[in-house]
């Protein structure tokens, strides 16, 4: 999959193609999604990558929702659509997050579905505390030193 990642406008995080997307990655009921999409998304840098068939119109296929703190970035929510899983995207997504600020390192918490996702980047993995919204689910810090600037 070659398509561009980019800013997604509000209008593609409010598509039909990309609430599956957010489920996905959040993993919650259909009022928390809308909350995550509403108050969460607007403060936090969303990418991803759009799928346009031959009109220029297009889904959203894969995204990533971070912020910028002082020290590191903070990765919250990723996801890649079925139809486009195992060609890359993740990992592109991952380094247009580590891009954006290749000064620092990007950390991620994530469960058992994608912890090995995470170490196959590079990532250092190690025990979360658990999370009361997954319980039974074990939970893992992840984090990746900073990201070589392009010369």
């Known amino acids: 999959m070659t398509t561009p990642i980019r800013p997604l406008t509000r209008a593609e995080i409010e598509s039909a193609a990309f609430g599956p997307l957010l489920?996905?990655?959040?993993?919650?009921?259909?009022?928390?999604?809308?909350?995550?999409r509403d108050a969460e998304l607007p403060h936090l840098d969303v990418i991803g990558t759009v799928e346009?068939?031959?009109?220029?119109?297009?889904?959203v296929v894969g995204f990533a929702a971070f912020d910028r703190r002082p020290d590191h970035l903070e990765l919250h929510y990723l996801a890649v659509s079925e139809a486009a899983r195992g060609v890359g995207l993740g990992a592109r997504l991952i380094d247009a997050v580590r891009a954006s600020a290749p000064g620092v390192p990007l950390r991620a918490e994530t469960d058992d579905d994608a912890v090995e996702f995470y170490r196959s980047l590079g990532f250092t993995v190690r025990d979360a505390p658990r999370d009361a919204r997954w319980p039974g689910r074990r939970r893992y810090a992840c984090e990746i030193g900073p990201r070589e600037a392009s010369a």
């Open 52 to 59: 346009a068939d031959a009109a220029g119109a297009g889904d």
């Open 23 to 36: 489920w996905e990655a959040a993993g919650v009921d259909a009022d928390a999604l809308m909350h995550i």
